[in-house]
């Protein structure tokens, strides 16, 4: 059986005679609420043909114009009439031609999606009309899906799903509009289907040492999330111990003492009043000499490649390796530098060329028998998508 994730989308078709006389449909009703602002979906009201903007799944549908006063908003509405496949698992639906909700979503977004429903055929009356909210990931496959629904009678009722909130990133969410169960015959009329977003707090986290050396004290700063719909941000909690606890503060800003070399995470959770929640992080290097990695992108796309347990060692044999752990592969070239004895600067020792290198634990060879020195290695990390990203790490090879 064909799943709601692998729908086949049919373009609209217009049937040729509306089910005119089927029965006396069409009791006035209460004319709708004005879309809510900041609607996304094309076309709400089917005022204009409706074959450009939505698609029908199990069936077929055409512009529906109303007698005055009929239509919940405006003079038309749209009638959608049952394939012969239409059944009583997933009935049949008319479907947003491009998701509204859009097709990069952050986690976290909340969706509420509505519209005004009634039957159109004697036999889909006392059967459910359906208004939904869909998240699907990038290849089509749903990850999760919310539906309010109402028993259908001859006379148009509005119909409401609660808050749904999008779980993963990079997802596309839509709308549809159903009836369950359904019979080949069946068929309903909609109007004004409305869908909007409310998106979590975006942004940097800032901070006031972008380099720290070891002892330094950072503080970190929220004035750069926002809402993206302009509402104030109502609740702030920061994990700067990488516990996952979120109990190191609840302020615009916090502050952190770095005593030891490595790598940090620091993470904001933020909400906005509805409740719409984000987890942000900045991932600062503490190193002895200050050196570190390019700040992160503003604003920039989500796919960035990450360094974890970041560690230079040298082993018995004087073999100088670097230790990390990285989140996604990437083509990684290297640059070691030594500091000059004495005078200001770098002098290259030696480059690798770019390689592909997968996910996971890596080990890499810097040098063999490194003369005793300060050095700097530079690891530049380009992910298949993302921006690319510059790891620069110091370390001391002493003396024998
Ligand atoms: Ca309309
Ligand atoms: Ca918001």
């Given at each position: 059986m064909t799943t709601p994730s692998s729908r086949t989308r049919t373009r609209a078709r217009r049937v040729?005679?509306?089910?005119?006389?089927?029965?006396?449909?069409?009791a006035a009703t209460a004319l709708a609420e004005p879309p809510p602002a900041g609607n996304l979906v094309a076309n709400p009201s089917f005022e204009r043909d409706p074959s450009a903007d939505w698609s029908g799944f199990r069936s077929t549908f055409s512009q529906l114009p109303l007698a005055?006063?009929?239509?919940?908003?405006?003079s038309s509405a749209v009638q959608v009439v049952a394939g012969p496949t239409a059944d009583g698992l997933e009935g049949y639906s008319i479907d947003d031609a491009v998701s509204s909700g859009g097709t990069s979503v952050p986690a976290g977004t909340q969706f509420v999606a509505s519209a005004w429903i009634r039957a159109q055929s004697a036999q889909s009356i006392g059967k459910l009309g359906k208004v939904w909210v869909r998240e699907r990931n990038a290849d089509g496959d749903l990850i999760a899906r919310l539906e309010g629904e109402v028993v259908l009678t001859g006379a148009f009722q509005q119909v409401t799903t609660p808050v749904f909130t999008s779980q993963r990133a990079g997802s596309q969410v839509d709308v549809y509009v159903s009836q369950i169960p359904a019979l080949p015959g069946d068929a309903f009329a909609a109007d004004l289907v409305t869908l909007s977003r409310n998106a979590p707090p975006a942004g940097v986290i800032s901070a006031s040492d972008t380099s720290p050396k070891v002892g330094a004290t950072v503080t970190f700063g929220s004035a750069q999330v926002t809402d993206p719909e302009g509402g104030a941000v109502a609740s702030r909690a920061w994990d700067t111990a990488g516990t996952g606890a979120f109990a190191d503060g609840t302020g615009p800003s916090v502050t952190r003492r770095f005593d030891r070399v490595g790598t940090y995470v620091i993470r904001l959770r933020s909400s906005d009043a509805a409740g719409a929640t984000s987890v942000l992080s900045r991932t600062i290097i503490v190193s002895t000499d200050g050196l570190t990695e390019s700040p992160p992108p503003s604003g920039?796309?989500?796919v960035r490649p990450s360094l974890a347990r970041w560690k230079v060692g040298t082993s018995r044999a004087r073999v100088t390796t670097a230790r990390f752990r990285l989140n996604t592969a990437v083509r990684l070239s290297t640059v070691l530098e030594r500091k000059r004895v004495g005078r200001a600067g770098y002098q290259r020792v030696r480059a690798t060329k770019i390689t592909r290198v997968a996910a996971g634990n890596r080990r890499l060879?810097?040098?063999?028998?490194?003369?005793a020195g300060r050095y700097r290695v530079r690891l530049v990390l380009r992910p298949a998508s993302g921006t690319p990203r510059t790891v620069v790490k110091g370390f001391v090879i002493r003396a024998r």
């Open positions: 040729a005679t509306p089910l005119a006389g089927l029965l006396a449909l069409g005055p006063g009929e239509a919940p908003d405006g920039g796309p989500a060879t810097l040098g063999r028998k490194l003369t």
